[in-house]
């Protein structure tokens, strides 16, 4: 049985989608990944992303944020 651990929730300003960051570990095998909940209306998408592809998608974000003019 995984435990899942909640992280975050964000509202999207824009289109109003509802993002979920949670932390779920595998007891059987000791794996953590990262799961990305994402609602859109009645829709879900949800990913499971292993440390280095998440960060890989934070450094991409982080870059992307950063460059945008405020």
């Known amino acids: 049985m995984a435990k899942i651990i909640e992280l975050n929730k964000l509202i999207v300003p824009l289109g109003g989608q509802q ?7 595998h007891a059987e095998d000791g794996m953590s990944l990262l799961r990305v909940r994402i609602r859109e209306g009645k829709r879900f998408t949800i990913f499971d ?3 280095a592809t998440a960060a890989q998608w934070a450094d991409t974000m982080q870059k992307w944020a950063g460059s945008q003019k405020k």
Do not use: F, N
């Open 19 to 25: 993002i979920e960051l949670q932390q779920i570990d």
């Open 49 to 51: 992303i292993d440390p």
